[in-house]
């Protein structure tokens, strides 16, 4: 199976600055590495999926990068609604797999 | 609008049996793949199965495989999981979502989730 590792497990920013969460695969996932985001009681959410591409209604301060091993999902300035966990999932293969999440959180 | 809605969660006990329903509306059903995903509430997410838009591909985790079985009515726009042999770790809510498209691997839409509790 294709682990995820997820870092950092907590991030604590405040509004307005810029988060960087990092997922890497045990193998190559071409570009196919989806990101989420969960609030407490809610389902997750897609935000990004094929590395890059948003999805409908995601703002543009999201954005997925990365290829290969290696993937980030960066928000450039943190509003008050961001602050959550982000789960990323890798399509490249089955079984399909979670990383661990990373919590954004408030400073 | 594109709704999913889970149903048929519960308190079960070790060993029983419980289906699962994911009723679909606002999109054209037979037309997406979809898939069971789970949360042990407080925790990360697990995949447990998929299936195509016309039934001929289906993909289970190992930990479910011969225990839970995933199928559609596609005249009904319902999705369904059959689990057999719970076990406690079984416990979690349920989603079910759906692919994006045949060719773009996004679940893009999720149902608000049902919760299965398995105890003695």
């Known amino acids: 199976d294709i682990l995820l590792t997820q870092s950092p497990a907590t991030l604590s920013l405040s509004p307005g600055e810029r988060a960087t969460l990092s997922c890497r695969a045990s193998q190559s996932l071409g570009n196919y590495l989806t990101w989420f985001q969960q609030k407490p009681g809610q389902a997750p959410r897609l935000l990004i999926y094929h590395t890059s591409i948003r999805a409908a209604g995601i703002p543009a301060r999201f954005s997925g990068s990365g290829s290969g091993t290696d993937f980030t999902l960066t928000i450039s300035s943190l509003e008050p609604e961001d602050f959550a966990l982000y789960y990323c999932?890798?399509?490249?293969?089955?079984?399909?797999?979670f990383g661990g999440g990373t919590k954004v959180e408030i400073k | 609008q594109v709704q999913l809605v889970e149903s048929g969660g519960g308190l079960i006990r070790p060993g029983g049996s419980l289906r699962l329903s994911c009723a679909a509306s606002?999109?054209?059903?037979?037309?997406?793949?979809m898939t069971w995903i789970r949360q042990v509430p407080g925790k990360g997410l697990q995949w447990l199965s998929y299936?195509?838009?016309?039934?001929?591909?289906?993909k289970y985790a190992e930990s479910v495989k011969g225990r839970f079985t995933i199928s559609r009515d596609n005249g009904r726009n319902l999705l369904y999981l059959q689990m057999n042999s719970l076990r406690v770790e079984d416990t979690g809510i349920y989603y079910c979502?759906?692919?994006?498209?045949?060719?773009?691997?996004?679940?893009?839409?999720w149902g608000q989730g049902t919760l299965v509790t398995v105890s003695s």
């Open positions: 606002g999109f054209t059903f037979s037309d997406h793949h």
């Open positions: 999932l890798q399509r490249r293969d089955w079984p399909l797999t």
């Open positions: 979502a759906r692919d994006l498209s045949p060719t773009l691997r996004a679940f893009d839409y």
């Open positions: 299936i195509s838009d016309d039934t001929t591909f289906i």
